[in-house]
């Protein structure tokens, strides 16, 4: 009797003739997660097994997969030769020892002797024989011990189905460039758009030494949270103290924020073009904040010159952002008080609603092609 975990894959299978190539991605995707634990992936129609683990990594192994995006569901299983003595004992492993309960079983293998029904009515009387505070209950059972008779002569038996993450392999919608800050949203739009299936690439703004290294070091630990997810990042850290700087010397200081998110964006789509991203992810939520007012999102938008701009929680309350950072494993640490260059030189009333116009006109005051290339200049690659 071995202990394996069966992964059972999501969407997937609506893909037709691309199935070859996502099961492909998928399966890179799972052995970069499990990466330096000992194990070996099967393929099984329509399933993967994990097995050849060490028993008390079992969690850490359930833990990892559940980060894997395109995993339908996850069960830790008990496979054996499928001999019903043999699916008896494995039963009696994950039964409960009381509660009321059912035997469910599925019998791909047609010349197994029994029928499925046969089967779930056999082991479900040995079990009720066995354990004395047990009871069937088909309706209303509260565990299931699954039984599920494979082709190859081996039979799984489980008793728990733990949710995966969704969504697709990652690398199966090419690649975004996120702009990631230390706060809560920008993590969770990485997130979001990852499990549509893109690897993501971040870039981060920082204005040492206006803010500090902990700012930094806070923007890679969020970083690698993500990068759980889209099976690796890579991190580009950009200095945009100068342009800071020159903006707080010689242009009206309302527009701060709406002047140097042109920058960012500017400068993120070079770096996107750059590393071969194909689109551009924010954090951006409609009307969250002054420079995320539809007119905001005009000014910073319309320097982009080539690539879509994804924003994923344009649609989304602060809560529900909240609810998923939780649940991605981001809030503990962007709750961590830190300094963003954004708040460096903050106006006391930045402009709300900046018209293009008066948005051209400042930053005419301004050498941008320069301080673009400066700030490329200054920029810092790493791999998370
Ligand atoms: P977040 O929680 O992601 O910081 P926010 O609600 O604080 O978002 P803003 O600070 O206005 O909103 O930022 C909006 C978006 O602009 C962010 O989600 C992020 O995508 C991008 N952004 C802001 N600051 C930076 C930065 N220092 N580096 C890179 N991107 C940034
Ligand atoms: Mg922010």
């Not at 649609?315 to 260059?341: H, L, T, V």
Request: charged residues 25%; glycine residues 8%.
């Amino acid at each position: 009797m071995e202990k394996v975990v069966i992964v059972r894959y999501s969407e997937l299978h609506l893909k037709g003739k691309n199935r070859g190539y996502f099961e492909r991605v998928l399966i890179t995707n799972m052995e970069k997660a499990l990466k330096g634990l000992k194990h070996e992936i099967k393929r099984q129609s329509g399933r993967y097994l994990v097995e050849g683990f060490d028993d008390f990594e079992t969690d850490n192994i359930i833990s990892r997969l559940k980060k894997v995006f395109g995993i339908h569901s996850l069960s830790i299983a008990l496979k054996v030769k499928s001999d019903m003595d043999e699916i008896f004992k494995a039963s009696a492993e994950v039964c409960s020892l009381d509660g009321r309960f059912k035997v469910e079983t599925h019998r791909a293998d047609k010349t197994f002797p029994l029928n499925s029904l046969q089967i779930s009515a056999e082991i479900g009387g040995r079990l009720l024989s066995k354990f004395k505070n047990i009871s069937v209950d088909v309706h209303n059972p509260q565990f299931i011990v699954n039984i599920d008779v494979r082709e190859n002569g081996t039979t799984l038996v489980f008793n728990e189905f733990f949710k995966g993450a969704g969504g697709m392999p990652v690398g199966t919608s090419g690649k975004g460039l996120l702009l990631i800050s230390g706060g809560i949203d920008s993590p969770v739009a990485g997130h979001m758009i990852a499990k549509r299936g893109m690897q993501i690439n971040c870039i981060h703004f920082h204005s040492y030494p206006y803010t500090n290294m902990q700012a930094r070091d806070k923007v890679i630990e969020l970083t690698k949270v993500l990068s759980q997810y889209s099976c690796g990042t890579k991190l580009h850290i950009v200095s945009v103290t100068h342009i800071q700087e020159e903006i707080h010397k010689k242009c009206n200081g309302e527009y701060m924020v709406t002047l140097l998110r042109r920058f960012m964006m500017r400068i993120a789509e070079r770096v996107a073009l750059k590393c071969g991203a194909q689109c551009i992810i924010t954090g951006e939520s409609l009307g969250q904040v002054a420079s995320q007012t539809v007119e905001g999102i005009t000014s910073s938008n319309s320097v982009i010159e080539k690539l879509p701009v994804l924003r994923p929680l344009c649609g989304f309350d602060k809560d529900e952002i909240i609810e998923r950072s939780r649940d991605m494993g981001a809030y503990e640490i962007s709750i961590q008080p830190y300094e963003d260059c954004c708040t460096v030189f903050l106006p006391k009333h930045p402009v709300i609603k900046p018209s293009l116009e008066s948005v051209l006109e400042e930053e005419g005051k301004l050498e941008v092609e320069n301080l673009i290339e400066e700030a490329i200049n200054s920029l810092e690659i790493l791999s998370l």
